[in-house]
């Protein structure tokens, strides 16, 4: 018999470590299906993660809910539906918090509740009601990324004296890093979305087109967002 707290450990290892593939969602999918007697812990670690992590994590979180609820509906196990359908509002409240520090991460949020609603997995009314609530919080004046490790207390310091995360001459201090990793895993999950639309648009164009319009990650917001952290982190390097 598997040790409750070893699968547990590796369960939220496998989530720490989510990319933008597919691949790796169905990986954690598998396992937490393999010890679906442990379903309630196991989730558990999805919230604990989405919690703890930091925005880019959360996303990718949010995109292997869509994937993990698909493969639980088809091995039955709807144990793992049911939880997530009964927390999505905690899920949607991590991965784009209230605040505005997930601004970023609203576009991801839809997308994934827009798969679930067609995976019947949520109804219409209440992705409505999500999405309400969401237009508040894209249009917060937040920047791309925060550093959610410390638990997004303000005063929490870093050892330099300052808090991760905060303003130096006027702006938000931000981890380039994460940045570059947004950047990279956006352009992947574009990809792909290209490459269904054309499987499910075929010869027509005009559909592609629709389609692309609605999903199509990159708008005026978005540039503007990236103008402001290119600012940001050359203020960094100059007080650096």
């Given at each position: 018999?598997?040790?409750?707290?070893?699968?547990?450990?590796?369960?939220?290892?496998?989530?720490?470590?989510?990319?933008a593939?597919?691949?790796?969602?169905?990986?954690?999918?598998?396992?937490?299906?393999?010890?679906?007697?442990?379903?309630?812990?196991?989730?558990?670690?999805?919230?604990?993660?989405?919690?703890?992590?930091?925005?880019?994590?959360?996303?990718?979180?949010?995109?292997?809910?869509?994937?993990?609820?698909?493969?639980?509906?088809?091995?039955?196990?709807?144990?793992?539906?049911?939880?997530?359908?009964?927390?999505?509002?905690?899920?949607?409240?991590?991965?784009?918090?209230?605040?505005?520090?997930?601004?970023?991460?609203?576009?991801?949020?839809?997308?994934?509740?827009?798969?679930?609603?067609?995976?019947?997995?949520?109804?219409?009314?209440t992705?409505?009601?999500?999405?309400?609530?969401?237009?508040?919080?894209?249009?917060?004046?937040?920047?791309?990324?925060?550093?959610?490790?410390?638990?997004?207390?303000?005063?929490?310091?870093?050892?330099?004296?300052?808090?991760?995360?905060?303003?130096?001459?006027?702006?938000?201090?931000?981890?380039?890093?994460?940045?570059?990793?947004?950047?990279e895993?956006?352009r992947?999950?574009?990809?792909?979305?290209?490459?269904?639309?054309?499987?499910?648009?075929?010869?027509?164009?005009?559909?592609?087109?629709?389609?692309?319009?609605?999903?199509?990650?990159?708008?005026?917001?978005?540039?503007?967002?990236?103008?402001e952290e290119?600012?940001?982190?050359?203020?960094?390097?100059?007080?650096?």
């Amino acid at each position: 018999m598997a040790d409750p707290f070893e699968v547990r450990m590796r369960f939220t290892t496998q989530l720490q470590h989510l990319s933008a593939s597919v691949t790796s969602s169905q990986k954690a999918a598998h396992y937490a299906l393999k010890y679906r007697d442990m379903d309630e812990d196991l989730h558990s670690c999805i919230l604990e993660q989405l919690e703890r992590n930091n925005m880019n994590n959360r996303a990718n979180i949010m995109y292997f809910i869509e994937h993990f609820c698909d493969m639980a509906t088809k091995e039955n196990h709807l144990a793992y539906v049911r939880m997530i359908q009964r927390d999505i509002l905690r899920v949607v409240d991590a991965v784009a918090p209230a605040d505005g520090s997930g601004a970023a991460n609203v576009k991801h949020v839809r997308r994934v509740l827009n798969g679930l609603q067609s995976k019947s997995v949520l109804s219409a009314e209440t992705v409505a009601e999500i999405d309400a609530c969401l237009k508040e919080r894209e249009t917060h004046p937040a920047h791309l990324l925060d550093d959610p490790v410390e638990g997004h207390d303000p005063s929490a310091k870093s050892r330099g004296g300052t808090s991760r995360g905060s303003k130096a001459n006027g702006a938000m201090r931000v981890d380039k890093r994460q940045i570059e990793q947004r950047i990279e895993e956006d352009r992947e999950r574009n990809k792909r979305l290209r490459e269904s639309m054309w499987a499910v648009s075929g010869n027509d164009a005009d559909e592609f087109g629709r389609f692309w319009d609605e999903g199509s990650d990159t708008g005026e917001d978005d540039y503007l967002g990236a103008e402001e952290e290119l600012m940001g982190r050359n203020q960094m390097a100059a007080g650096a």
